[in-house]
């Protein structure tokens, strides 16, 4: 359907210049500086975008929200560089061109600013301008030739490449029921110049002249049910442009010749094509795969890609099955589907993003010739929101193990290793060859269909994980149990023999998990990376609730929602104990008669049998919420939903002792402590409850939290717990002084928070979110305040970012300048020199200044020059001048000496300036009878200068000048405040060292001296006695006796 020439060029745009929203600021945590965020790979809906590096390599840049991730191929797909600074809202569209990358953000629809920015590398370094009347979302960028090219809803704006001025818009023609908007987006096609087509949800393709902005010609679907375009892409024939529908078909036009050239049906109704592409480089097709003409089609509604052979009429020559992760029945909570396809030019690669946060390439390389490729490269994340964090103990792999992995598990079934060093070793623990067994059961057979939505493999991976224990004393690295095991076989019914030297020998499982709504405990191997070689059922085969493992690695205890707890052996599998111990009566009399054979005296039986509670009694009436084996391996700790705590003998299975908080709380989680051997408890009426494990005693009750909470943790040093609940709030408190002391107000809930070994960062997981934030604790660098803080004035904090904007690494917070400013809730310390007038307080001068005091004179001793300076030895004979420099630097001796004897001026006027202040505050404080200012001046002056002002003092002709008499009187009044103590023995032991004699000459000075004397042996005296009184009270709490 061609179209007149009627309309003339557009009119051009001004130039005007965009204004960004200013961000809103956002309050500072006080404990904790954001870092970074890890994990996401393509966690939007945005498609990749690929441009080659010369000859060698190609860059693939994905969107992870606000910023832009590049990848090269070459190095393996590895992360080269991350965009800055974020965009201030959420990245639409991308597009890369040489060294250039576009990405359009915001949507004026949501009422948020929207832009267009120009990176270069990693820098942004240019901006282009938006018209004024733009009030929708870019959704696609296209580069090519001298123009840039974005397409919106309903239309399409164009800038010039060189100088990034908006030359023009077009709008599509208007029809009914939004029939012009552009579901298909747009593209170009090779050799026609300034053309572009643009796919309308009436299922029209509008060519246009983006110089003139004319309509040229507009392509009409093929049936009037074809439905809107949803994809576009040129053949490498040229004048052929595949377009596909959204009912499912495919068409692949002449656009030379306005007729369809082939059509298929690629897709469904439910499951249209939304990205195609096509094989350039010559091979693929025919029975032996040498021939050209092969494409690709993918789906949004699925996993799976499907490859067709277009000579002859086309046909499917096979399906990549599950290519990325499908989508699930849970809904939008687990994505997946593929976002895009793209084969490489010229290469016989095809990479693929999907919306299950993953990229990656495939390769047909194998031979005989397969018509389906295997996988390349690949970088992934979890598919769905992260549920559980835990770190790695630091006793694996040397100092840096505990700050470097960082265990989590997601609702996508998956259980990822981060690495907080190097994001190319983080990886996700294997399950085992999901692909090969989906083959076996006929889920990835090559005869299934090739459209719609396909069988998902969730019902090949574990269920989602809740809960996670690890313990690396016995793992044994890469090389643990070498050879293939058998995957979560269940240890009641083991295939294979068990050889427990092997085992031994080499280590074993080191990570234990619970699944949701499963009775199965699963084993992972941390060294191998994989799944282990157990599934331990619980005791009542209802669902596992929690999970704990021993501190030596060799036990893992289990507990359900019906209340059993039970304890398996990892090395060989087996059931060793059960929580209540069940006993039969053989078994009873059995275990008596062992008991009092092992037994060395009557009494330790007497105490072993004398606990208050039956053997076989105490099971937990509902859900066990948490379990924790002391360091020892002598007590199981376990808490439940009935409001209980219950402490159970390792070996025996008895209940020892118990507490109950019943009926005011139920127990929700436990988290312990081993170095001071304490654990907390939270409870479902949003409190945390601290206890001594020793004296099972209640010591701190945590209040505050609005809501349920989520999870929480000790600090690495025990000295804080850290909270996070559903009010969007993680609260620190101070464990000794049970102050909150810091609060983080974020944007969405915390549902999952770990902290390192070494206490050096906090990981959290947020509502709704792929990747996993890690904060850097402040308080390794810097003082952090205990004081006692306010929510009400909290507000919300700027989280980590995957750019790492913002973001403070452990250098810039060591480096980082805290500042004077005092939070408003904060209660500034008073101001108090002496707590208490009966206390003898000592200076806060440091003590080397009167230590150097009272030894100075030894001190310029032994710095004394031990011979006099020599004369430099005098140059050979063969250098030239020896008259001529001779003047100059008898000219810059004698300058020096000029200076030297100026600058002994100054020193002897600022000198006679000191003792005129020394003097004159010791005179004013004589007459004023305090001696305060003179004491403090007195303490200001370094000790050459105080040994000086010492050495000035002089009798007078009266006792009012007497500067001795004075000097006394000030020391034996600070004496008498019982304050500096120290200084005043050492001022008194110089000053006595200087003018002894002229003290025994004066009785004024005799008299004054014995009036000090007194009050410093009463002082001693008093101290002596109450020193005395502290030390007897402590030999008589100490004696045995008592």
């Known amino acids: 359907m061609s179209h007149s020439d009627h309309d003339g060029p557009l009119a051009k745009r001004q130039k005007l210049s965009s204004v960004t929203k200013p961000k809103s600021s956002a309050s500072q945590s006080r404990v904790f500086a954001p870092y970074r965020t890890i994990g996401l790979v393509s966690p939007t809906n945005v498609p990749f975008a690929s441009v080659p590096v010369g000859n060698v390599s190609f860059q ?11 990848y090269d191929l070459k190095r393996g797909l590895n992360l080269i560089f991350v965009t800055q600074p974020q965009t201030p809202c959420a990245i639409t569209a991308t597009c890369a061109s040489k060294q250039k990358t576009f990405a359009a953000w915001g949507d004026p629809r949501e009422g948020n600013a929207q832009g267009v920015w120009v990176f270069r590398g990693a820098r942004k370094f240019a901006e282009l301008e938006l018209p004024p009347d733009l009030q929708e979302p870019i959704k696609q960028i296209l580069v090519f030739g001298s123009w840039i090219v974005a397409c919106c809803l309903t239309r399409i704006d164009v800038w010039k490449t060189a100088t990034l001025e908006h030359y023009t818009t077009i709008t599509t023609m208007t029809s009914n029921k939004d029939g012009n908007e552009l579901t298909g987006g747009i593209c170009t096609m090779p050799t026609y110049l300034n053309k572009i087509f643009a796919g309308r949800r009436d299922g029209w393709v509008e060519i246009r002249n983006i110089s003139t902005g004319k309509l040229i010609y507009t392509i009409l679907p093929p049936s009037t049910k074809s439905g809107a375009v949803t994809c576009m892409q040129p053949t490498p024939a040229l004048s052929l442009m595949a377009i596909s529908y959204a009912n499912g078909s495919l068409v692949i036009h002449n656009v030379l010749t306005d007729k369809r050239a082939l059509q298929v049906k690629a897709g469904a109704e439910d499951a249209p094509v939304t990205s195609i592409t096509f094989r350039t480089d010559g091979f693929g097709a025919g029975q032996d795969g040498r021939r050209d003409g092969v494409m690709a089609t993918a789906t949004q509604s699925s996993g799976d890609v499907t490859f067709w052979d277009l000579n002859r009429g086309s046909r499917i020559t096979s399906v990549l099955r599950s290519a990325h992760y ?72 040397g100092a840096e193990a505990g700050n470097k992995w960082l265990l989590s598990g997601g609702r996508d079934r998956s259980l990822w290793g981060w690495s907080l060093r190097r994001d190319g070793q983080s990886t996700e623990l294997s399950q085992g060859n999901i692909r090969k067994k989906a083959k076996k059961y006929g889920i990835l057979a090559n005869n299934a269909p090739g459209r719609g939505p396909t069988t998902t493999l969730d019902d090949l991976k574990a269920p989602e994980i809740t809960c996670i224990a690890c313990s690396l004393n016995r793992d044994g690295g890469i090389g643990a149990l070498p050879g293939k095991q058998m995957l979560w076989q269940k240890s009641q019914n083991q295939r294979q023999p068990v050889d427990a030297e092997i085992s031994g020998r080499t280590g074993w499982e080191s990570v234990v998990t619970a699944h949701k709504d499963d009775p199965f405990v699963r084993t992972w191997f941390w060294g191998r990376k994989r799944a282990g070689r157990w599934a331990f059922q619980t005791g009542d085969s209802a669902n596992v609730s929690a999970v704990a493992m021993s501190m030596c690695g060799t036990f893992a205890v289990v507990g359900s929602v019906g209340g059993s707890i039970d304890m398996f052996n990892l090395q060989s599998g087996l059931h060793r104990q059960r929580f209540p111990s069940k006993l039969t009566p053989a078994q009873a009399r059995r275990v008596k008669m062992q008991q009092l054979r092992q037994a060395d005296t009557v009494a330790q039986l007497h105490a072993r049998s004398t606990t208050g509670f039956a053997p076989g009694t105490g099971k937990h009436t509902q859900a066990v919420t948490g379990i924790v084996v002391d360091s020892m391996n002598s007590n199981v700790i376990s808490c439940s939903l009935d409001g209980k705590v219950k402490f159970w003998e390792f070996l025996t299975g008895n209940l020892l002792e118990e507490i109950s908080w019943v009926p005011t709380t139920g127990v929700t989680g436990s988290r312990y402590h081993a170095a001071n051997d304490l654990m907390a408890f939270s409870c479902d009426d949003n409190s945390i409850r601290v206890v001594d494990i020793e004296t099972k005693q209640t010591i701190r009750e945590f209040w505050g939290c609005r809501d349920k909470i989520n999870d929480f943790a000790f600090s690495s040093d025990g000295r804080w717990i850290i909270a996070a609940s559903r009010d969007t709030m993680i609260r620190v408190w101070d464990l000794p002084t049970g102050h909150l002391i810091d609060v983080i107000r974020l944007e969405k809930p915390c549902t999952a928070l770990a902290i390192s070994a070494t206490g050096e ?23 952090v305040s205990t004081r006692q803080i306010s929510e009400d004035a909290v507000q919300q904090v700027s989280g980590p970012t995957a750019s790492g904007e913002g973001g403070r690494g452990l250098i810039e917070v060591a480096f980082e300048d805290m500042g004077s400013e005092r939070n408003e809730d904060d209660v500034a310390p008073p101001d108090v020199d002496q707590l208490s007038s009966d206390m003898m307080t000592l200076s806060l001068v440091p003590r080397s200044r009167w230590q150097t005091l009272l030894h100075l004179d030894l001190i310029k001793t032994r710095n004394k020059p031990m011979e006099p300076p020599k004369a430099p030895e005098k140059a050979p004979f063969f250098l030239p001048s020896t008259v001529s420099a001779g003047a100059p630097n008898q000219e810059l001796v004698q300058r020096k000496s000029d200076e030297d004897q100026g600058q002994s001026r100054i020193v002897r006027f600022d000198r006679n300036r000191v003792e005129q202040a020394f003097t004159r505050k010791l005179q004013a404080g004589a007459v004023g009878g305090n001696f305060d200012e003179f004491i403090e001046y007195l303490k200001s002056l370094a000790p050459a200068t105080a040994d000086l002002e010492l050495r000035s003092l002089t009798p007078g002709d009266s006792d009012d000048s007497n500067e001795l008499l004075h000097f006394i009187r000030a020391l034996t009044s600070r004496l008498m405040t019982r304050r500096d103590y120290e200084l005043t023995q050492a001022w008194m032991t110089v000053f006595l060292r200087l003018h002894f004699d002229l003290i025994l000459q004066s009785d004024a000075l005799k008299h004054a001296l014995g009036e000090w004397k007194r009050c410093q042996a009463d002082e001693c005296g008093r101290l002596d006695s109450l020193v005395s009184y502290c030390g007897g009270v402590v030999g008589f709490l100490r004696s045995p006796r008592t």
Do not use: M
């Open 326 to 397: 499908p989508p699930t029945q849970e809904g939008a909570s687990v994505r997946g589907g593929v976002s895009k396809i793209e084969f490489l030019i010229g290469q016989p690669v095809i990479i693929t993003s999907g919306r299950d946060n993953s990229l990656k390439t495939w390769i047909f390389d194998e031979t005989p010739f397969s018509p389906i490729p295997r996988i390349l490269h690949s970088r992934s994340g979890h598919a769905a929101p992260v549920t559980c964090l835990h770190f790695l103990p630091s006793n694996f792999g």
């Open 60 to 70: 693939i840049t994905t969107s992870t929200g606000r910023s832009l991730q590049t």
């Open 761 to 783: 960062y906090l990981a959290t997981a947020s509502e709704g979110k792929f990747g996993v934030d890690i904060w850097t604790n402040k308080a390794l660098f810097a003082h």
